[in-house]
């Protein structure tokens, strides 16, 4: 596949009716082309879906979390942490979860020039991020697990007052309406599954572009692809010492992450092992048909198993 100065990417393939050499007939190289425009059209449907996920995101952030009961030996062991600022700030996570692995994409197409690869790496991309997140929200609110800061955001002077159902009754009035509901939303962190999903996705990205399982052992590759994941792990470490999750909460939102983050990489590139890893689904096969010849005489169209793609 190629990308030429016209906005026009370009896929060989090899279809039958012509002949070669000798009068056999082995097939021809064609030439398809598939315009931006084309490409944009052919996928309507999917920015449609990302487009209404990322309404449903911000939506789910504004629901008001099912308020359990809590007990006396909850606060006193589990939630009596002091509230401090956070080392990660939320406003910050998509910009490195969205915004890292899009420049990355940005310099790896100037050097691949392929129009499709961007493509399917971005629509890629948010759809994992837009879907974790849906999932976080909805998980949090639902679940409605307090933080371990919540006696210090929730009570004033941090002394516990409990209403006559003997649920906690939250006074502390320096705590704005957010701070109450955010208190009550730790299960599962947001800040590890959003960073593990963006983050999680461009390790992917780039173990397929640089061949990570060609069975060469290379340690410059894995230091290149593992950095963005351990990034997103240390982001959960933040959180942790920021007492804003329990280590279930972190260690949950990981996972979450990364296994979206894998699942849906796998939709739209091959395997790791495979030769053309680094090509996106699609164009990354080039289809032989060679009716003239048995099926048993037709030479393979797989390249060696670990061979050097270009």
Not at 27 to 38: D, E, L
Not at 90 to 100: A, E, F
Not at 186 to 210: E, N, T
């Amino acid at each position: 596949m190629m990308a030429r100065g016209d906005g026009v990417m370009r896929l060989d393939e090899t279809v039958p009716g012509s002949s070669q050499g000798g009068g056999t007939m082995t097939g021809a190289k064609t030439v398809r082309t598939i315009s931006y425009p084309q490409l944009v059209r052919s996928y309507w449907i999917d920015y449609l879906v990302v487009i209404l996920m990322l309404v449903i995101f911000v939506g789910t952030s504004f629901i008001h979390p099912y308020e359990r009961f809590i007990y006396d030996v909850e606060l006193t062991h589990w939630l009596a942490y002091p509230t401090t600022a956070d080392t990660i700030p939320s406003w910050s996570v998509p910009v490195y979860s969205l915004g890292v692995p899009i420049v990355t994409f940005i310099v790896v197409a100037c050097f691949v020039r392929s129009g499709h690869d961007f493509h399917q790496a971005v629509i890629g991309l948010l759809f994992t991020v837009f879907t974790v997140g849906i999932l976080t929200n909805l998980t949090k609110v639902t679940i409605g697990r307090p933080r371990p800061d919540f006696m210090s955001v929730c009570f004033l002077n941090g002394e516990p007052v409990f209403a006559s159902n003997g649920n906690v009754l939250c006074n502390n009035l320096v705590s704005t309406p957010k701070q109450l509901r955010d208190a009550r939303q730790s299960f599962f962190s947001g800040h590890s599954s959003v960073s593990a999903a963006g983050l999680g996705y461009l390790s992917f990205y780039l173990a397929g572009k640089l061949h990570v399982g060609d069975r060469r052992g290379h340690v410059s590759k894995l230091v290149v692809v593992l950095l963005p994941s351990i990034a997103a792990i240390f982001v959960g470490y933040t959180r942790f010492c920021n007492y804003k999750h329990h280590p279930t909460d972190i260690i949950m939102g990981l996972l979450v992450g990364f296994f979206f983050a894998y699942f849906v990489y796998r939709q739209h590139y091959p395997r790791f092992s495979d030769p053309e890893s680094h090509l996106p689904y699609e164009f990354s096969r080039k289809r032989v048909v060679r009716q003239d010849i048995p099926l048993q005489d037709r030479p393979s169209t797989e390249r060696p198993y670990g061979a050097d793609v270009v």
